[in-house]
């Protein structure tokens, strides 16, 4: 789930926050459910909170903050916690916009709170100390399989096959010329697993690796191997790949479980108990330790790996060890849960009676409970902790297009979304670009002849395309069975928004448009200012948002659906219609072009007003030929709101309120705004719920656009009939991750050519 370098990221930058004049609450939660398959946080921080609350003066400033984030708290634990988690830890100060929430496979040993000025992340450091990341590798003569595992959770793997050689009868000259070609094949195929595993090693930082495979492997492997990495290695199994292969219908790709939606390695339990066996030195396994290394660690990276290989899916929720619960399964495909029995208490006190009074509120130990022993290097999970999370887990995504905004953003959000998504596959007509990025991300490319084939390797796919392609790939994906997160605009036509949603109704695959905005920290801050009627009776809202495209751009061809409504439009017209929570009822336009050499086949400037049903006015402009503007004011009766920069992903946000004659401001750093999307959706593909913003809503924004072009040709305003108000977001979605380094670009270009 979580990443450790992420993890490591994320420690430094809590780390250097400043004190905060109002309480900063650090929450850490044990997620295992317990011996009767029930979750145990809720109460404790239904406990906790409050009581904590109670010390806080009346109506100070403080007191506020800690009661806003006592609800945010409950919200997210109420409906965003994974199923699949053992652990949390939770960092909120709404008087210091700080939230944020981290999730792990590895469990922590008991709830604590701490209430402070500065967030408290000795658990969080001790946690990743108990759980170093480290690469085990399985190999033959011609397979192997390279993992990466970081908090009792497998980040990613990969893959090395080559020629398979077989026995050769004939004897004599002929036989020993065979058997140097058999062994040069066999020599050549463990180069390239140690040059994968290098490249592995230097890129994720790797201390440790173990390693498991036939002895010819293992004996090529410790020959072969650089000094460096060899220093790095901690032990070698023996275990005979090709006869478990034999045994059942699972070949490598058996040995971890295939992601979401996917049938699954049909390996059988016994092979994973033969494994086990052979794993811990037992069955007539030979184990080489280096080190000091003992046959529990070898035992507990043993399970890790054997998570991988058992039939059927993992389980979504663990029970504590020692203790039974309900298992729940989770399809990629459809999204179903199904509920299993609850099985036999087992040894349920040693695990239960520990927590069930963990820690008083707010102190920094254990109390009178037993810390657990130190972990040794490598992680040490005891036989009875449930494996980890298995890629049945992870939604397989492939980003369907290559532009601007999937190769500075769409692509490196993969690393801040591994809890539940992973990037597999990229689609592009452009060969250089399929092959280094390829190269950079480790992962398959295809061009766009070879769509359907590689919706064959994924789950989900993320539609980065010019406008006027939206409709056919993602009926196409639908189609194939795939899930769908499509860029905004939706489509370029009403009609085609209906066939998208039609066609993924009907293949129940799920359907999310990419408003990147319903998760940030800012819009949903302002949206929640509107809702509770601080700024008081809402009048209107205006906004500005322009740039200097560059000629030539997608953007200012008709063909490709282009034009400013479309391509900027929709977030002035989406963020009127989520401050207001109502829908316009009637809309105008006017558009000018000033002859302006590449813009004449759309609009350069477009000023639209929506009326809104209740009396509210929207007006904003929206221009491909004027100097960056990014910007909105909401006014009500008693104040209003201003957000500059309102709507970039390329830099930090900043937005204040001003309420009679105070005026408080609120900046925010650059932050990663597509990995939420991802997050949230594979949720949403995981767990069966329908993602927000649905088809609906990125087809409302649609039909509001095509009435304003409507209007601009005419002259004249054009009604809206009514249409059902889709979900607005509220602040239950916001998720934060830190913002992402903008990587060298392959054959394309910023469509602002101010940038």
Not at 155 to 184: D, F, L, P
Not at 498 to 504: D, S, V
Not at 589 to 612: H, M, Y
Request: glycine share 8%; aromatic share 6%; proline share 5%.
């Amino acid at each position: 789930m979580a990443v450790t370098q992420s993890l490591d990221e994320s420690l430094k930058r809590l780390a250097g926050l400043e004190p905060s004049p109002f309480p900063v609450i650090s929450l850490y939660l044990d997620l295992r459910a317990n011996q009767h398959g029930r979750d145990g946080y809720a109460a404790f921080v239904r406990k906790v909170l409050p009581e904590r609350l109670k010390d806080m003066p009346q109506q100070s400033a403080e007191r506020e903050s800690f009661e806003h984030d006592i609800a945010r708290i409950q919200s997210y634990l109420d409906s965003d916690v994974n199923r699949a988690a053992n652990g949390l830890a939770l960092y909120a100060c709404d008087g210091s916009d700080l939230f944020e929430v981290m999730q792990f496979d590895a469990p922590l040993e008991q709830h604590w709170l701490f209430v402070g000025s500065v967030p408290h992340l000795y658990p969080l450091a001790r946690l990743m100390n108990l759980y170093p990341r480290y690469a085990a590798v399985l190999l033959d003569t011609n397979r192997a399989r390279i993992f990466v595992f970081g908090l009792a959770s497998v980040e990613h793997s990969q893959q090395v096959i080559s020629q398979k050689t077989r026995r050769h009868s004939q004897g004599g000259w002929s036989q020993a010329r065979y058997q140097r070609h058999i062994e040069n094949f066999h020599l050549q195929h463990v180069k390239e697993v140690i040059d994968a595993l290098d490249a592995s090693v230097r890129d994720e930082q790797i201390e440790h690796i173990v390693a498991a495979g036939s002895d010819d492997a293992l004996a090529l492997l410790r020959e072969h191997l650089p000094a460096h990495l060899a220093a790095k290695l901690e032990a070698t199994t023996k275990l005979d790949l090709s006869r478990e292969r034999r045994r059942g219908p699972a070949s490598h790709d058996g040995i971890v479980s295939r992601s979401p939606g996917r049938q699954r390695s049909r390996t059988g339990g016994s092979v994973v108990e033969r494994m086990a066996e052979r794993w811990t030195g037992g069955g007539g396994a030979r184990s080489h330790a280096h080190g000091s290394r003992n046959g529990t660690g070898r035992r507990a990276r043993h399970h890790q790996l054997a998570g991988h290989a058992q039939a059927g899916p993992a389980p979504s929720r663990r029970c504590r060890p020692g203790t039974g619960a309900s298992r729940y399964v989770g399809s990629a495909r459809h999204g179903r849960r199904n509920k299993t029995q609850a099985v036999e208490r087992a040894g349920a006190a040693r695990g239960a009676d520990r927590r069930a009074n963990s820690i008083h509120p707010g102190s920094g130990a254990a109390g009178g409970h037993r810390r657990r022993r130190r972990a040794a290097s490598l992680p040490n999970l005891t036989p009875e902790t449930p494996a980890m999370p298995s890629h049945e887990e992870r939604v397989r995504y492939g980003v369907i297009g290559l532009g601007h905004i999937a190769q500075v953003a769409v692509l490196p959000a993969f690393a801040h979304a591994r809890r539940n998504s992973q990037l597999v596959a990229a689609v592009s007509g452009d060969a250089t670009k399929r092959r280094e990025i390829g190269r950079r991300y480790k992962l398959e490319t295809f061009s766009y002849e070879q769509f359907d084939e590689c919706l064959a390797h994924v789950d989900a796919v993320y539609i980065a395309l010019p406008n006027s392609m939206h409709a056919e790939y993602t009926i196409r994906a639908a189609r194939a069975g795939v899930h769908v997160l499509c860029e905004k605009p939706m489509a370029p036509t009403v009609p085609e928004c209906r066939r998208m949603i039609a066609a993924c109704r009907k293949a129940d695959v799920k359907l999310m448009v990419a408003y990147r905005l319903h998760f940030e920290t800012a819009t949903l801050a302002a949206i929640e200012t509107a809702r509770k009627g601080q700024l008081g009776e809402l009048k209107y809202f205006t906004s500005a948002f322009s740039m200097r495209v560059r000629r030539g751009d997608i953007r200012t061809q008709a063909e490709y659906g282009g034009g400013t409504l479309y391509d900027i439009g929709v977030y002035c017209i989406n963020a009127a219609r989520n401050l207001f929570r109502t829908e316009p009822t009637a809309v105008s336009a006017i558009s000018v072009n000033s002859g302006v050499a590449g813009l004449a086949e759309i609009d350069e400037t477009t000023a639209s007003t929506l009326r809104f049903g209740d009396g509210h006015l929207a007006t904003f402009v929206t221009s491909f030929n004027a100097s960056d503007v990014a910007s909105y004011r909401i006014v009500g009766t008693k104040g209003h709101l201003r957000a500059d920069p309102a709507y970039e992903y390329a830099e930090g946000l900043t937005y204040e309120v001003t309420i009679g004659t105070r005026t408080t401001r609120h900046t925010l750093t650059k932050r990663d705004q597509f990995a939420p999307e991802l997050l949230h959706f594979s949720d949403c593909v995981l767990n069966g719920r329908q993602p927000e913003p649905s088809g609906e809503e990125g087809m409302q924004d649609v039909r509001i656009v095509e009435a304003l072009y409507r209007s601009a040709r005419r002259g004249t305003p054009v009604s809206l009939p009514p249409f059902r108000d889709s979900k607005m977001p509220t602040t239950r979605q916001r998720i934060t991750r830190p913002g992402v380094r903008k990587p060298a670009l392959i054959n394309v270009q910023s469509a602002n050519r101010d940038s």
